[in-house]
């Protein structure tokens, strides 16, 4: 039977614009997890994330030739066709869904992938730690 | 016996709380709702929420009805002489051209033009703690923003009260639609929609098809005209069966349209930011150049054009999980209104107590005996004193005037309080026996007499 573990706090990794307005996170290791989480770890999550946006996002041939065609047929090929930037993001929504089972949900938490939250924040929700208590 | 929509509840679930299991059963009876029906902002949505358009649809049925009516009249008039005298292919090209413009303005309208969806109660209140609230003395709280370094410049991310975060740069909150719209370059009503990240191709590619086709129509109908007014026939009635009033004056606009997006697009710039002179070079230094131009005109073209196309971020088609209430607006707006409403009040006593303050600090020189033995509401007139030392009384009683017309309705409203009043606002001392005489009480302060001061 599952039991709803109760929410403790959430923690938000607010957006990063040094760079533009380029979706990226910033890689402060915020305090509330440090009992939880090694930093390097939760550093080397959110810059892989970052990493993928940028990939993303990315100005070059092939985001063009999509742009161009799209343009060519009156925008009627993104009916069928599936974008570049779509495809990253299921990439993704894998990639945190991956990290939640092997590492964040051992320990008690749980990230919620951005694009849920508009691409504001990466939401991480840390749960009550049982473990005390068994 | 009928089949009955009811059926059993599972005991399992009866683990878990018994709102959750009520809601279990409520499922059952009721269809699952999606996002799109509970959105917070202005919009209207069609066919199940793939399409949205903005609430004030504006004039886009007239848009679409323009041009429908102009094409008509084309391929009804002219097309017919121009196939016969010219080629056929002038009206495979204008209808070509038409498709492609009908097209760009309906993706225009019914694309999300890159809306960001408000914050969740979690997320505000995180914002919240982050901000410093220390100034709750002061009876206005001051604008909260951020100062961010972007490409080595400071811009300011301002928070937006609707939507209870702070906004990305270049992101603006379209009053029209109650929406932060990514990219925010202008609401459009002839597209009946925002115009920002999303759809701002389209918009663009709308407005040069759309020149193309206007300046397209105009030559043939010119060429029209001519041939037949050189065949002899009426050059009056050729005039009223083809469409060229309409072209006529829209021709200019829409080619003014199309050079001025034609350099935004160049600078990468937005028409808010035009506007608002954000980058502008007669401001200060070189450092407020554009900080997100590529200052390229071939990237700065490719990117805003022919860039990845960036998802919607509302998903209009999720399904609401039923335990859910309606999101950010209840609890937001209990929180917002008791701040708001004390603070205006708190503002306007406030600020009328300030500028009754400044008024008595003026009048009054230094040294002067400030009080009067009893608390007097005392208001002058502004009387025109003949006397000589009204020179420097005069510029009182202009000070005096504009906190007269002020005066009345504080003398009223706190008619008992300021009988028995120790607010040094409410007390005025006039050293100088000429305005002592000048002066005299308003409202119902009679009965306390007037005390001549010395």
Not at chain 1, 18 to 42: A, H, M, W, Y
Not at chain 2, 33 to 42: A, H, I, M, N
Not at chain 2, 410 to 422: E, G, I, V
Request: hydrophobic share 35%.
């Amino acid at each position: 039977m599952r039991q709803q573990a109760a929410i403790a706090a959430k923690v938000f990794i607010q957006r990063d614009y040094t760079n533009g307005t380029v979706c990226q996170f910033q890689t402060k290791f915020p305090s509330e997890l440090e009992t939880r989480i090694d930093k390097q770890q939760f550093e080397e999550t959110v810059r892989t994330l970052n990493n993928l946006y940028a990939e993303a996002e990315k100005l070059g041939s092939q985001s063009y030739i999509e742009g161009c065609m799209a343009c060519l047929t009156a925008y009627t090929i993104f009916l069928c066709m599936e974008t570049h930037y779509e495809k990253v993001l299921k990439k993704i929504a894998k990639y945190i869904q991956e990290q939640n089972e092997k590492i964040y949900a051992p320990r008690g938490l749980l990230l919620t992938d951005p694009i849920e939250r508009g691409l504001r924040v990466i939401e991480v929700t840390i749960f009550e730690d049982r473990s005390l208590t068994r | 016996m009928k089949n009955c929509e009811y059926q059993q509840i599972d005991p399992r679930a009866l683990a878990v709380s018994p709102a959750s299991a009520e809601s279990d059963a409520g499922k059952r009876a009721q269809r699952p709702r999606r996002k799109w029906e509970v959105f917070p902002g202005k919009n209207r949505f069609f066919f199940d929420g793939r399409l949205i358009l903005a609430g004030q649809s504006g004039v886009l049925p007239l848009t679409l009805g323009l041009i429908v009516v102009t094409c008509g009249l084309f391929f009804a008039f002219d097309c017919p002489f121009l196939v016969e005298h010219l080629t056929v292919f002038i009206p495979v090209i204008g209808g070509v051209l038409f498709l492609f413009v009908i097209l760009s303005l309906l993706r225009t309208s019914f694309t999300d033009p890159g809306i960001l969806p408000r914050a969740t109660p979690d997320e505000a209140a995180d914002i919240e703690k982050q901000i410093d609230t220390s100034g709750s003395s002061t009876y206005r709280p001051p604008p909260r923003t951020k100062e961010v370094l972007i490409n080595q410049q400071v811009v300011k991310l301002k928070y937006c009260f609707t939507c209870k975060t702070f906004r990305p740069p270049r992101t603006s909150h379209c009053s029209l639609c109650d929406n932060c719209v990514e990219r925010f370059d202008h609401h459009c009503p002839w597209v009946g929609n925002c115009v920002g990240k999303r759809n701002y191709r389209f918009f663009y590619s709308f407005i040069v098809s759309l020149s193309f086709l206007t300046s397209f129509i105009f030559g043939c109908v010119i060429t029209h005209i001519t041939l037949r007014s050189q065949s002899g026939q009426s050059l009056i009635q050729a005039i009223q069966e083809s469409p060229l009033v309409i072209c006529f004056f829209s021709i200019w606009s829409i080619l003014g349209l199309s050079g001025f997006h034609t350099y935004l697009v160049a600078s990468n710039l937005t028409t808010n930011e035009d506007i608002k002179g954000s980058w502008s070079s007669k401001r200060a230094s070189e450092e407020s150049g554009n900080p997100y131009s590529y200052n390229s005109i071939i990237t700065n073209c490719c990117v805003t054009l022919c860039g990845p196309m960036p998802p919607s971020l509302i998903d209009r088609r999720g399904l609401l999980p039923l335990d859910e209430t309606l999101p950010v607006a209840s609890t937001s707006e209990i929180e917002l209104p008791p701040f708001v409403a004390k603070n205006d009040a708190h503002m306007c006593t406030q600020s009328t107590k300030d500028a009754l303050e400044r008024a008595v600090h003026e009048l009054c020189p230094p040294g002067s005996p400030k009080t009067t033995p009893l608390g007097l509401e005392v208001c002058s007139r502004a009387a025109p004193s003949p006397e000589p030392s009204a020179a420097a009384g005069c510029s009182r009683q202009q000070a005096l005037q504009p906190m007269a017309a002020s005066c009345p309705p504080f003398s009223r409203s706190n008619k008992r309080d300021s009988l028995h009043s120790t607010n040094p606002a409410f007390r005025l001392a006039f050293p100088s026996p000429s305005l002592s005489r000048a002066t005299f009480i308003i409202g119902n302060a009679t009965d306390v007499g007037f005390l001549p001061l010395p």
